[in-house]
T-cell receptor, first 114, second 113 residues
Framework: AQSVTQLDSQVPVFEEAPVELRCNYSSSVSVYLFWYVQYPNQGLQLLLKYLSGSTLVKGINGFEAEFNKSQTSFHLRKPSVHISDTAEYFCAVRYSTGRRALTFGSGTRLQVQP | DAGVIQSPRHEVTEMGQEVTLRCKPISGHDYLFWYRQTMMRGLELLIYFNNNVPIDDSGMPEDRFSAKMPNASFSTLKIQPSEPRDSAVYFC???????????FGPGTRLLVL
């Protein structure tokens, strides 16, 4: 079975500072990886996804993530955060074949301070 | 496109009452998912459909929960009878078989008193 671990439940950071949100997954088969963002009282919005190809994936709002198969990681990064980036971020995984449902991590709350 | 539409956005009910949550997926999408979000368990899949047929309902908590998809543009999730532990935000999401992104609705925030 697949699982996703987001080690940091909260990440406080100052505006314009860089940030990295960590995600590790476990799966014995090929997977697809996703990062979603959830603003207060809203649904989830896709930031970026890795399906195949280049391990560095660029998404919306200046975010990027790097797939590292040997370390089974998919960390999310942004070189300079804004106050508006304050939200909950979820890493998710699904098998590349078969079952379509996503398995989510527990989420990381990014708190950007002025 | 209007995106995934869910109704109601908020629901407050008393224990023992029947609750019906509704979802309209994005037109042309052939996959529909129901997820539940709670503080204790995070985001978890309840059930998903492909071409209106339930494929995986292993996340449905118990017989009190049922989901249907009578056509490609409508799905319901019903809880009968409801219990306080069912209080959560219920999300509907849809995707197409030709791309991997699941698009989420705004969610229904359910409170069972």
């Amino acid at each position: 079975a697949q699982s996703v671990t987001q080690l940091d439940s909260q990440v406080p950071v100052f505006e314009e500072a860089p940030v990295e949100l960590r995600c590790n997954y476990s799966s014995s088969v090929s997977v697809y990886l996703f990062w979603y963002v959830q603003y207060p009282n809203q649904g989830l919005q896709l930031l970026l996804k890795y399906l195949s190809g280049s391990t560095l994936v660029k998404g919306i709002n200046g975010f990027e993530a790097e797939f590292n198969k040997s370390q089974t990681s998919f960390h999310l990064r942004k070189p300079s955060v804004h106050i508006s980036d304050t939200a909950e971020y979820f890493c998710a995984v699904r098998y590349s074949t078969g079952r379509r449902a996503l398995t989510f991590g527990s989420g990381t709350r990014l708190q950007v301070q002025p | 496109d209007a995106g995934v539409i869910q109704s109601p956005r908020h629901e407050v009910t008393e224990m023992g009452q029947e609750v019906t949550l509704r979802c309209k997926p994005i037109s042309g999408h052939d996959y529909l998912f129901w997820y539940r979000q709670t503080m204790m368990r995070g985001l978890e899949l309840l059930i998903y459909f492909n071409n209106n047929v339930p494929i995986d309902d292993s996340g449905m908590p118990e017989d009190r929960f049922s989901a249907k998809m009578p056509n490609a543009s409508f799905s319901t999730l019903k809880i009968q009878p409801s219990e306080p532990r069912d209080s959560a935000v219920y999300f509907c999401a849809s995707s197409s078989s030709v791309q991997e992104t699941q698009y989420f609705g705004p969610g229904t925030r359910l409170l069972v008193l």
